[in-house]
């Protein structure tokens, strides 16, 4: 038996909520089906209220529409923080996942609010920048750009600490931060602190061996991944002209970024880019903590939310966020 591509097992906890959800492959992603695709995802995805955000009052939020690109619309940035704590909080400017082509900035916040927000008296900043094909690379990460901006330079009114924003996100959101991290370095600002980056979506060249590993047997595949970056990309993708911004694994040059916290799991199809990243940094001399979930599938802790592996990926998240920040504020549950 050829085991040269046997796959990692999935957790057994993971692979029995799997198995509670019927999950199996659903059909790739296409340009010919990518419009229908995000239809179905604008449908299904939760987009909570922002009355649903309070949560009976345990959070401010509000909705705020601050200056985008030069030549391009403005930028929606969803705000929440902690009820009743006096500022200035630090500041973590959040990013949605969706591969590029999918998600939203609402449905992310019940659990960034619950599990960093309230135990470590963070505010938040979720950003609702524009998708692919839509909005070609650069249009997101300007749209994250001028929101970051933006929030540096209104810290006082949001009730932030500007020397202490933390970027961060998850997949396409985590692929968006480590851009960020590059382009505020390269720009002059505004400098994070740190960068948080689960699951990163960081290359969109040739598949690693972790995506022709685990395509089709991780819960993404790699025909979606290609139509994903293609979208992105347009006439760029494939050639060797795509720039870090677009695609950090591309870059030459990683001295002089934040510290960085990574996160894959065994059997994430982006494991390899995501190790691949942090072996990078450090080999610039920066510093980054790099985890590697035994079992883990991409996005395994939102398909698996009581598992014992989640409960471990949250607590080491949120150990790193504390060692970085410092002691939350008096009034928080921390």
Not at 5 to 22: M, S, V
Not at 29 to 53: C, F, K, S, W, Y
Not at 98 to 120: D, T
Request: proline share 10%; charged share 20%; aromatic share 6%.
């Amino acid at each position: 038996m050829d085991r040269s591509h046997a796959a990692p097992p999935f957790d057994p906890e993971l692979a029995a909520a799997l198995r509670a959800r019927r999950w199996k492959p659903r059909e790739p992603i296409t340009p010919e089906n990518l419009v229908a695709r995000q239809e179905q995802d604008a449908t299904a995805r939760p987009r909570p209220t922002l009355r649903d955000l309070r949560a009976d009052g345990r959070f401010e939020v509000t909705e705020l529409s601050v200056p985008g690109p030069q030549g391009a619309p403005d930028v929606t940035l969803v705000s929440a923080r902690p009820a009743g704590l006096a500022g200035p909080l630090p500041l973590l400017y959040y990013l949605h996942g969706g591969a590029m082509i999918m998600g939203n900035a609402r449905s992310v916040l019940p659990r960034v609010l619950r599990e960093w927000a309230e135990p470590l008296g963070l505010a938040v900043l979720s950003v609702e920048y524009r998708l692919a094909p839509a909005s070609p690379y650069p249009g997101a990460l300007e749209d994250c750009c001028a929101g970051l901006v933006w929030a540096a330079g209104h810290a006082a009114e949001l009730g932030i600490d500007a020397d202490r924003i933390v970027v961060g996100g998850k997949s396409a959101g985590g692929g968006l931060a480590a851009a960020l991290a590059l382009l505020t370095r390269d720009r002059g600002g505004p400098r994070p602190l740190g960068q948080i980056l689960l699951c990163p979506m960081l290359d969109d060249r040739h598949p690693t061996f972790s995506g022709r590993q685990l395509s089709g047997i991780d819960v993404r595949d790699l025909a979606s991944h290609a139509t994903a970056w293609k979208a992105l990309l347009g006439d760029l993708h494939g050639s060797p002209d795509v720039p870090a911004y677009a695609a950090p694994a591309r870059a030459t040059d990683l001295a002089g970024l934040p510290p960085a916290y990574l996160d894959v799991g065994s059997a994430d199809m982006l494991r390899d880019e995501g190790v691949a990243y942090a072996n990078a940094i450090w080999r610039s001399g920066g510093q980054a903590e790099l985890h590697v979930w035994p079992g883990g599938c991409h996005g395994f802790d939102s398909l698996a939310p009581h598992a014992a592996l989640t409960r471990d990926a949250r607590r080491a998240r949120t150990g790193w966020l504390r060692r970085l920040l410092g002691d939350p504020p008096i009034g928080t549950d921390g």
